[in-house]
T-cell receptor, first 114, second 114 residues
Framework: GESVGLHLPTLSVQEGDNSIINCAYSNSASDYFIWYKQESGKGPQFIIDIRSNMDKRQGQRVTVLLNKTVKHLSLQIAATQPGDSAVYFCAENGSGGSNYKLTFGKGTLLTVNP | DGGITQSPKYLFRKEGQNVTLSCEQNLNHDAMYWYRQDPGQGLRLIYYSQIVNDFQKGDIAEGYSVSREKKESFPLTVTSAQKNPTAFYLC?????????????FGSGTRLTVV
């Protein structure tokens, strides 16, 4: 049967603070990682991606850090705004190379308090 | 503008009915996917298709069926065999052959059993 639903990890921050959302991935062969943002009732939207030959990549107000040694991925959001409130998912491409299916993490709910 | 369109946005199903969710993309993407999302949970893969006239079961395919007769279209049928179909359904597409593994998601269909 289906597993019992689990509560999402949550992160609550004050407007203007920096946010750090963490993700542990499982497959050491993954060579592509991506972060998505999902607002309530909407489909996930691409935020930023990183390949395994990089440790860090920056976008507009967002930075992704990749630590392959401990299989850890993080998303940093600078000067968090109320519009950043959403669920954030990390994803990896599993076995890497020609594997086109992404494996998604459970997600983290970010709440920004004004 | 290119994109992926899901319809309808809301769908109500009576017990014992089959319903079909539409997913259309004009991105010229080869691969398409269907995910189910329950409240507070991550994305679970139902079916995926890498090319026209071919599709594979995902992790929770029981009670669902798909077809891929055209590159642009990947409809999902929720059959009466699916005992708990109330959920948010997301369609996605990608073009892994280019080395870009990220998905583009639709805006979702919320299915409710009445």
């Amino acid at each position: 049967g289906e597993s019992v639903g689990l509560h999402l990890p949550t992160l609550s921050v004050q407007e203007g603070d920096n946010s750090i959302i963490n993700c542990a991935y499982s497959n050491s062969a993954s060579d592509y990682f991506i972060w998505y943002k999902q607002e309530s009732g909407k489909g996930p939207q691409f935020i930023i991606d990183i390949r395994s030959n990089m440790d860090k990549r920056q976008g507009q107000r967002v930075t992704v850090l990749l630590n392959k040694t401990v299989k850890h991925l993080s998303l940093q959001i600078a000067a968090t705004q109320p519009g950043d409130s959403a669920v954030y998912f990390c994803a990896e491409n599993g076995s890497g190379g020609s594997n086109y299916k992404l494996t998604f993490g459970k997600g983290t709910l970010l709440t920004v308090n004004p | 503008d290119g994109g992926i369109t899901q319809s309808p946005k809301y769908l109500f199903r009576k017990e014992g009915q089959n319903v079909t969710l539409s997913c259309e993309q004009n991105l010229n993407h080869d691969a398409m996917y269907w995910y189910r999302q329950d409240p507070g949970q991550g994305l679970r893969l139902i079916y995926y298709s890498q090319i026209v006239n071919d599709f594979q079961k995902g992790d929770i395919a029981e009670g669902y069926s798909v077809s891929r007769e055209k590159k642009e279209s990947f409809p999902l049928t929720v059959t009466s065999a699916q005992k708990n179909p109330t959920a948010f359904y997301l369609c996605a597409s990608s073009t892994p052959g280019t080395g870009v593994y990220g998905y583009t998601f639709g805006s979702g269909t919320r299915l409710t059993v009445v």
